[in-house]
């Protein structure tokens, strides 16, 4: 408000280094509090001042440069395409190849801002040139300049499988899968997000990832103290399981599905959910697929995740996942059923607590999950709680599956009178006509009639 700007902007040309690098590094810190003090930036036409200038600067004020670049890069999409429009990329990517270390982490960051926001701007930085020395620089011993270009790297390749497949072209997958065992933990988030960002575009992007060789060493990464370190491990696995049973095959056989349980179960909250998410695909490419959920004791730390999370969306990824277990055969819902997860899905779907937009999510996610299961679970004990608290669509659901086991089990037929099942069936107002009045019809058939009245 006082002027600042413009008090600094013919100081960014001033005779002494020192001047030019602190008025750089002025214009960078109030460029990076919010949009609005980066956007006078733009508007006080300091951008081409620093661009025409940084070719020829010292290391210093290349640096300084570079951070006003980001800082006004980061703030959104209108704002990184004003650096774009002033020749500012292929500045950056000459200080890619700088021999200061620090101008090159600078220069990889600045980009990886401008990236970040959409794919046309990260298109742009890939015209540039970038791609192939951004892969040098994770080749480079500084631990800092390798994290900085590998997360750029990231940027670039997730918003489109072309971008990625830039990145894979210059020969990027084997060096970020070397750096998985890397001891350093902040580089080895930025690694599997962008091993993850590639993946997760296609089934032959995510065969390039798994040819690296990356399992089972990926599997550690579970295991790691840093919990990032953990929820990026899961979520690399995730994109490779989803895309199809081969690949999860190859996951199961590596280890994958015990490793990623024991990491749900060692941890809470949003870190759980990438291996909340593998699970479910793992289980929804086949029935053998989904036996080795249920094999590998995937089911019980699933439903504590039901119980123990506050957060709706991810009890809503338990109950979708729980779903694709439980959707298969009889055999698989029961598994699902015996954990005595059904009443919990049935309070889920029923409460009208959560925020409007969640409880939508997560009632969709968990009917279908309760529908699934229901339309292939015989195992009855697990059905009778829910006779007497299901709302009427789910109950068509438990009263067909009872319809369906009652007259070939004599056993269930005592129990379900003498638990009150058959008196609840009784009170249940069915359409004339209707199927849950055929299934009502069927299961009284199964009874003599003085019992039914």
Not at 166 to 174: E, F, H, L, N
Request: contains cysteine; aromatic residues 4%; charged residues 20%.
């Amino acid at each position: 408000n006082s002027g600042v700007l413009s008090l600094l902007r013919p100081l960014l040309l001033d005779v002494v280094p020192t001047i030019q690098q602190t008025a750089a590094l002025a214009l960078g810190r109030l460029a990076n509090y919010n949009d609005a003090l980066a956007e006078a930036v733009v508007k006080g036409n300091i951008l081409p001042h620093l661009v025409c200038s940084l070719s020829e600067q010292n290391r210093f004020y290349k640096k300084a440069a570079a951070f006003v670049l980001r800082a006004v890069g980061k703030h959104s999409p209108q704002l990184a395409q004003a650096i774009v429009q002033c020749g500012a990329l292929e500045m950056l990517v000459i200080c890619l190849e700088d021999f200061d270390p620090g101008v090159k982490e600078a220069a990889s960051w600045a980009l990886g801002y401008i990236a970040q926001h959409n794919s046309e701007l990260s298109q742009a930085v890939v015209d540039a040139g970038a791609v192939p020395l951004l892969v040098l620089c994770i080749q480079e011993p500084e631990i800092a300049l390798k994290r900085i270009a590998a997360s750029t790297l990231s940027d670039i390749s997730k918003h489109s499988p072309e971008l990625a497949q830039t990145v894979v072209d210059a020969g990027a997958i084997a060096h970020l899968a070397q750096m998985i065992l890397n001891p350093d933990a902040k580089l080895k988030r930025q690694v599997l997000s962008a091993l993850s960002q590639i993946a997760k575009h296609s089934v032959d992007l995510a065969e390039l990832v798994v040819e690296a060789e990356i399992f089972p060493v990926v599997l550690t990464c579970l295991k790691d103290s840093d919990e990032y370190v953990k929820k990026n491990g899961a979520t690399l696995i995730r994109e490779i399981a989803k895309h199809t049973p081969e690949l999860s095959q190859l996951i199961v056989n590596a280890g994958g599905v015990a490793a990623v349980i024991d990491c749900i179960g060692s941890c809470r909250g949003t870190v759980r959910l990438p291996g909340i998410m593998m699970l479910g695909y793992v289980a929804a490419h086949s029935e053998n697929l989904s036996m080795a959920v249920i094999v590998s004791k995937g089911i019980p730390p699933l439903c504590a995740c039901l119980i123990e999370e506050h957060e709706d969306h991810i009890k809503a990824a338990a109950a979708w996942a729980l779903g694709q277990v439980g959707r298969h055969t009889p055999e698989h819902a029961r598994a699902v059923a015996v954990a005595n997860v059904l009443p919990t899905l049935l309070a889920m779907y029923m409460d009208t607590r959560s925020s409007e937009d969640l409880q939508m999510k997560a009632s969709i996610f968990t009917k279908r999950a309760l529908k699934s299961i229901l339309q292939k679970c015989t195992y009855l004990p697990a059905l009778e709680p829910l006779l007497h608290d299901a709302p009427p669509n789910i109950m068509k659901h438990i009263v067909g599956q009872f319809s369906k086991v009652l007259p070939h089990d004599s056993k269930a037929r005592r129990l379900f009178v003498t638990t009150g099942g058959l008196k609840k069936v009784q009170e249940i107002k069915a359409e004339p006509g209707s199927l849950l009045q055929e299934y009502i019809n069927t299961i009284n058939s199964c009874y003599p009639e003085e019992i039914v009245r």
